[in-house]
Nanobody, 114 residues
Framework: VQLQASGGGLVQPGGSLRLSCAAA????????LGWYRQAPGNQREFVGD???????NYSDSVKGRFTISRDNVKRVMYLAMNDLKPEDTAIYYC?????????WGQGTQVTVSS
């Protein structure tokens, strides 16, 4: 199982970014996929996830600003982030569970600053 997150960068408050998570090594269309983030000095926290049926779930801190989607043909999950705030600054990771094990991507840095 391989997950590779990309698309991070530096953005001003109120700006937007779209992260991608490319996946390989498992039956992508059957798996729930999730986004997590970790800010310096903090524990990794749940951002949101998307099921095989495309149902989504979000943390209260990003609800209404972030949108998760997936392309089962391209085997990619996306995180569209709008109205970004300085407190969204973190390393963002994608995750899936396969055969009862957690698999994580390497993370992509998102920095929100003026």
């Amino acid at each position: 199982v391989q997950l590779q997150a990309s698309g991070g960068g530096l953005v001003q408050p109120g700006g937007s970014l779209r992260l991608s998570c490319a996946a390989a090594g498992f039956n992508f269309r059957l798996n729930t996929l999730g986004w997590y983030r970790q800010a310096p000095g903090n524990q990794r926290e749940f951002v949101g996830d998307i099921t095989s049926g495309h149902s989504t779930n979000y943390s209260d801190s990003v609800k209404g600003r972030f949108t998760i989607s997936r392309d089962n043909v391209k085997r990619v999950m996306y995180l569209a982030m709008n109205d970004l705030k300085p407190e969204d600054t973190a390393i963002y990771y994608c995750k899936t569970v396969y055969r009862s094990r957690d698999f994580w991507g390497q993370g992509t840095q998102v920095t929100v600053s003026s």
